[in-house]
């Protein structure tokens, strides 16, 4: 079986142009760099630290993207692997047919001015210690390849085959593409959607992990199905491991926050930003709403000692239409380097629940924090893992500390628009 890379030994830089001064904005790729980002660096599918993670959206300067580029191959590994995407305007030097990538300030006319030619990609991932290295181009053509190109073979194939030559596994959208596929409505183009979608899902009649190979053809198959363009794969040498396989490689959603997207309209989910308490694939899932405080009184029930470590606001959150009326889910946040108290049971980090029946005078020098939930929400088995992966729901990365916020009802607005790319 082949392994993943090493994340700690590897790098990635993700560059996008979603703004362009002379050519046509393409908004989705805004939400591109971010999507991809978080499947790289999301514990369940690959772990890379976010500081190995180079993200630079419509950046106006190829000298800064060299850069980046040049310091993530000298940084990465030989057990590590470097991964550079590109999503944006590809263009073609109408002097001598190279492929150039469209910067914020690129002139279709002369964009080997200030466009980012592909060589210096190449020539920084060839230069890398790494034995992994991953080339993602999403982008199209402006105009057609100088007539001393092979006959029949486009410019994208041209770079292929250069790439190949240094041992670089290179996956590109398509090789004739002339417009951006970005079809109107969806978060993604279309390239990068799909491909965000099979990382994120899994094929459950696939091993762990995904390889590059098998991603390219589950990817073409549903690019064929939808009448796209299809991409196209060079890969030198050993199949490349990408990613766990997330239909069959266990993730653990217990203390992350999901947020519902703008197009839910069930009444349970509708702006809903919810924290998982509990994750069992083949069991469901529950979690609590944290951004639906009530303007009702706090219970009579509730004691003196419990009420003075609320959070503000100190009210009753409306968790969910499950078990309302049945008791309360108490969330709270341990101060640093204290032990944890009798009847805590961990969630995330220092987030935690304790249970009501606990004595609460000694927990103040212990507790940072805490909010009561009455009711909660729950998913049968996969249906939480088919939601996210369904675009119902954005999986925020976001601390889990904001779950305790003092401004809930603007939690939706703040993590969608992170989740989404906004």
């Not at 939808?226 to 997330?246: Q, Y």
């Amino acid at each position: 079986m082949v392994e993943l890379a090493d994340p700690r030994a590897s790098r990635a830089v993700l560059v996008g142009g979603a703004r362009y001064a002379t050519l046509p904005e393409v908004p989705a790729i805004t939400r591109n760099l971010n999507g991809l980002a978080g499947v790289l660096q999301d514990p369940d599918l690959w772990g890379l630290a976010p500081e190995h993670c180079t993200v630079l959206h419509d950046p106006d300067d190829a000298r800064e993207v060299s850069r980046e580029l040049r310091r993530a191959a000298e940084e990465t590994a030989p057990e590590g692997m470097l991964v550079v995407y590109f999503a944006g305007h590809g263009l073609v030097d109408p002097v001598d047919g190279s492929l150039v990538l469209g910067l914020r300030d690129t002139d279709p006319a002369v964009p080997y001015e200030a466009g980012l030619p592909f060589e210096h990609i190449r020539r920084a991932v060839a230069g890398s210690r790494a034995r992994r290295r991953l080339v993602i181009l999403d982008c199209c053509y402006a105009g057609r390849a100088a007539g001393h190109l092979a006959a029949g073979e486009s410019g994208t194939q041209a770079v292929a085959d250069q790439a190949g030559s240094d041992d670089t596994c290179l996956l590109v959208s398509a090789p004739r593409n002339r417009t951006a596929q970005a079809p109107p409505g969806e978060p993604y183009t279309a390239f990068t959607g799909e491909l965000l979608r099979v990382l994120r899902g899994g094929l459950p009649d696939r091993p762990t992990p995904l390889d590059v190979r098998t991603v390219w053809r589950e990817v073409t198959l549903r690019l064929r199905e939808r009448g796209f363009e299809l991409p196209e794969l060079r890969s030198a040498g050993d199949e490349l491991a990408l990613v766990h396989n997330a239909a069959r490689h266990h993730r653990d959603l217990v203390g992350r926050i999901v947020v519902a997207t703008a197009a839910v309209e069930d009444r349970d989910l509708r702006q809903a930003a919810v924290l998982i308490l509990r994750h069992d694939r083949a069991k469901g899932a529950v979690g609590v709403r944290i951004n639906r405080p009530t303007v009702d009184p706090l219970p009579a029930d509730i004691p003196q000692g419990w009420r003075r470590l609320l959070t503000t606001p100190a009210v009753l959150f409306d968790a969910g239409p499950l078990s309302r009326y049945e008791g309360f889910i108490a969330l709270a946040r341990l101060r640093p380097d204290v032990e944890p108290p009798l009847r805590w049971s961990p969630v995330r980090d220092r987030l935690g629940v304790i249970a009501l029946s606990a004595d609460p005078q000694p927990l103040a020098p212990v507790i940072a924090g805490m909010r009561l939930f009455s009711g909660y929400i729950g998913w049968g088995p996969d249906q939480l893992e088919a939601d996210i992966d369904g675009g119902l729901l954005l999986l925020s990365d976001v601390d889990v500390r904001e779950a305790l916020s003092s401004r809930p009802r603007d939690l939706w607005t703040t993590l969608h628009a992170r989740a989404a790319g906004e």
